[in-house]
């Protein structure tokens, strides 16, 4: 297994966020890493810029459309190109909003589909050969929803559901040098300017939580680590990181 301290980690999304929470936890560990983002330039600059600052030339970063499935080859190649390997894949970029029955267009699942599942499908199979190599591993960022789907959110939660499938599969696919698993996140972090979120929203979520609060993106952060770093016997597995939420549903 791949146990050195200084991997190589592309991360889709990683410029805000949970995703950024991400990127700066394993560059912590030592890793340098290659974030992505598609319109958020200023986030991924700062965000490159301050990680540089703490360990000179660990991050860089790269701009691409994940629907657009002709790019997703130029994120691993220019990975590689840039940092001379590839050890850790993170698909952590995502859109989500709600989509009601009798309402859903070609677009949301184009947009819902495209960045959940279909960029996670075709960036592995571009980073396969990398990630085999280097006995390297993947983390999908699914959803807590996906046993228990939230009414309004049909697209959303069919494209997690099938992120969830995709997690199992490409571990019996590119087993044993690649290992594959999945982090579930719970209540870490509000939508951005979705007034459906109000604070009654947000304090029954809460009262449904066993641990009676909400989570930070640095506790997915946390268990993306651990996965990386600390389990090289487990694959194929989906870590629940929701403070029980998903039991009290």
């Not at 950024?20 to 992505?36: D, R, T």
């Not at 590119?174 to 290992?179: H, N, S």
């Not at 594959?180 to 939508?191: E, K, L, R, S, Y």
């Not at 304090?203 to 946390?222: F, H, S, Y």
Request: aromatic content about 6%; proline content about 4%; overall charge positive.
């Amino acid at each position: 297994m791949n146990t050195i301290k200084h991997k190589v980690v592309l991360i889709t999304g990683g410029a805000k966020r949970v995703g950024a929470a991400i990127s700066k936890e394993l560059h912590a560990q030592g890793a340098q890493v290659m974030i992505h983002y598609n319109t958020s330039a200023a986030e991924a600059r700062a965000l490159q810029a301050e990680l540089n600052l703490l360990r000179a030339n660990s991050a860089a970063i790269i701009q691409g459309d994940l629907l657009n499935i002709s790019v997703l080859p130029t994120l691993v190649s220019e990975t590689v190109k840039h940092f001379g390997r590839l050890d850790v894949l993170i698909n952590n970029a995502s859109s989500y909003y709600a989509t009601e029955i009798g309402h859903i267009n070609e677009s949301n699942w184009q947009d819902l589909i495209g960045s959940n599942l279909k960029a996670p499908v075709f960036l592995t199979q571009a980073a396969a050969a990398q990630l085999r190599k280097n006995h390297g591993c993947i983390i999908n960022i699914t959803d807590m929803h996906v046993d228990r789907p939230k009414k309004g959110y049909i697209v959303y939660s069919v494209a997690k559901a099938g992120l969830v499938t995709l997690t199992k599969s490409l571990a019996h696919e590119l087993g044993p040098e690649v290992r594959v698993n999945a982090v579930a996140p719970g209540p870490v972090q509000w939508p951005e300017a979705n007034p459906q979120f109000d604070e009654v929203y947000r304090q029954r979520v809460i009262n449904q939580t066993l641990l009676k609060r909400v989570g930070e993106p640095e506790d997915v952060a946390k268990a993306v680590k651990f996965l990386v770093y600390d389990a090289p016997f487990i694959t194929g597995h989906i870590l629940a990181v929701d403070g029980g939420r998903s039991l009290n549903l």
